[in-house]
């Protein structure tokens, strides 16, 4: 409107794409029906319940193992065109391996992806958002390199099944909270606790893994079924804790390039490989600490040029901002880590809002910033926002979720208009309150509340399901739940 200057004449252009996301581990639920067999998340926390805050587990979730036609419909009243969903690999594959497909997996996705298909929504498959078939953990998960081999004959298997009805797919969603958190830590499943070494093994192979499926994609199936592929990483945005202290300014370009750059940049830079600083900052540890070799795997020539270009868009995951500052590598730090490699801390100004978890504070302008990081370092690439939303208590009127996702498509909307960054969708996470990894059913992130009590999981609009579903239609954000003050961050 009027009194906000002129800003809301930005619009969403009619071909940007307006989605909404799930995972198949945190919604569907059945873990032992219809033949599927057991995933890392199944296997973990029925032998260690008290993993998640709530004590619970995904066996029933959201049971869109049996709700699925409602999920379609509620996803056709957003108004969204696109849905992104994930695949359980062991639910298509019981072993992991692709010797048996089983039957009833095969036939649940077909009538998924023809059931969006009938009512116009578009499918974006992910093939792996975290749910590693336990067979593959018991030869060491994504630290063994035999993992390459075997998440391509899965990939070649859901290419043949479902390519063609799916034309959008993404290999593997946030591979740095996957191998920090599982692998690194102990905040994710596998849980191995395997710092300074687990989490770099098991970010080389998943880069292989999905430079190999993208271009068996390529080679094999894009010449029939014109699709696109890509990768989903995840970022926070970084800001200086004292900005007029450049060490400071310098610390957040290092978490930045450790936490997104170990990624993209053997992917999306012309130069290829791992960022110049990880690569060395790693190797200078890794020799004052007294190996012999680095603890990042080096890449070849050949494994240099097959990950260079192998995403047709940039997956984006972005919730929140730190605020980012050098630490003292001390005793207490003398244990390799990736945060230690990294050496720095982080931290969130106690005044932003933080309605539903510890690590998430509200900060839109953090999204133009980390769009526009994208932009400087890897060029025009098309972003796609694969996941970007708010968790709070659950309550159907929720309107910090709602100011949430307008002040965060505000930023959106700078970043494409003055900043000409090249974004082209975006996908709130998520449909429904679901099963939140680390912290069970206690956060909610939901468009739609989903009643866990009750076993008919009733879903319920929220307030941010009619407010989204008018965005989206409008193609323009909802200038009442702006606060003034954003819109001072304008350049
Ligand atoms: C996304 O990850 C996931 O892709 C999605 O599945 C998930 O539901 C969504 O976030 C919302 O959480 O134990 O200190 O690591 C975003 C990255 C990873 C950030 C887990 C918070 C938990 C705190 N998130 N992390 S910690």
Redesign the pocket.
């Given at each position: 409107s009027e009194r906000h200057t002129g800003l809301s004449n930005y619009t969403f252009p009619e071909d940007f794409i307006f989605g909404v996301?799930t995972?198949a581990f945190?919604i569907e639920g059945g873990w032992n029906k219809g033949g599927k067999g057991e995933n890392i998340w199944d296997t973990y926390l029925h032998k260690h319940p008290n993993f998640t805050l709530d004590h619970s587990n995904g066996d029933v979730a959201a049971d869109s193992y049996h709700k699925y036609k409602e999920d379609i419909t509620m996803i056709q009243s957003l108004g969204v065109k696109y849905y992104r969903l994930s695949i359980s690999w062991t639910r298509l594959l019981p072993n992991g391996t692709d010797n048996y497909i089983n039957e009833d997996g095969m036939k649940y996705y077909r009538h998924i992806l023809e059931g969006l298909r009938k009512v116009g929504i578009t499918p974006m498959v992910t093939l792996f958002?975290?749910d590693l078939p336990t067979p593959f953990m018991d030869l060491g998960g994504w630290t063994n390199p035999v993992m390459v081999n075997y998440f391509e004959d899965y990939a070649r298997v859901a290419f043949n099944l479902y390519g063609d009805i799916v034309n959008i797919w993404t290999t593997m969603?946030?591979p740095h909270?996957h191998c920090?958190?599982g692998y690194g830590?102990v905040?994710?499943v596998p849980a191995l606790n395997a710092h300074g070494i687990g989490e770099y093994l098991c970010t080389h192979y998943m880069l292989l893994a999905h430079a190999k499926v993208y271009h068996l994609y390529d080679r094999y199936f894009r010449p029939s079924q014109n699709g696109k592929i890509g990768i989903?990483l995840?970022s926070?945005a970084g800001e200086p804790k004292n900005a007029s202290n450049p060490n400071d300014h310098v610390a957040v370009e290092n978490y930045l390039q450790m936490h997104l750059g170990l990624y993209a940049n053997p992917i999306f830079s012309s130069s290829g490989d791992y960022p110049r600083y990880v690569r060395d900052t790693i190797d200078h540890m890794s020799q004052i600490q007294g190996f012999t070799r680095s603890r990042l795997p080096f890449f070849t020539e050949q494994e240099i040029v097959m990950l260079k270009g192998s995403s047709d868009f940039f997956g984006l995951?972005h919730?929140?901002t730190y605020k980012i500052t050098n630490c003292e590598r001390n005793e207490n730090w003398q244990i390799p880590s990736m945060d230690h490699d990294n050496g720095i801390c982080m931290s969130q100004p106690s005044n932003w809002p933080k309605p539903g978890?510890?690590?998430?504070a509200v900060h839109p302008p953090g999204f133009r910033k980390i769009i526009n990081w994208i932009k400087k370092n890897y060029g025009d690439v098309p972003i796609i926002v694969t996941?970007n939303?708010l968790?709070d208590d659950g309550s159907l009127e929720d309107f910090e979720r709602v100011s949430y996702f307008n002040e965060y498509l505000y930023q959106l909307l700078l970043a494409v208009n003055i900043d000409k960054c090249n974004v082209r969708g975006y996908f709130a996470?998520?449909l429904m309150d679901?099963?939140?990894?680390?912290?069970g059913y206690v956060?909610k992130?939901g468009l739609y509340h989903v009643d866990f009590d009750s076993p008919h999981r009733t879903r319920t609009p929220k307030l941010s399901a009619i407010n989204y579903g008018q965005i989206v239609r409008t193609r323009q954000i909802d200038f009442d739940f702006i606060k003034p003050e954003s819109t001072k961050y304008q350049s």
């Open positions: 996301a995972a945190q958002h975290w969603n946030e909270q920090a958190n830590f905040n994710f989903t995840d926070f995951n919730y929140t978890a510890s690590w998430l996941e939303g968790c996470w998520t679901d099963f939140e990894w680390g912290d956060t992130f």
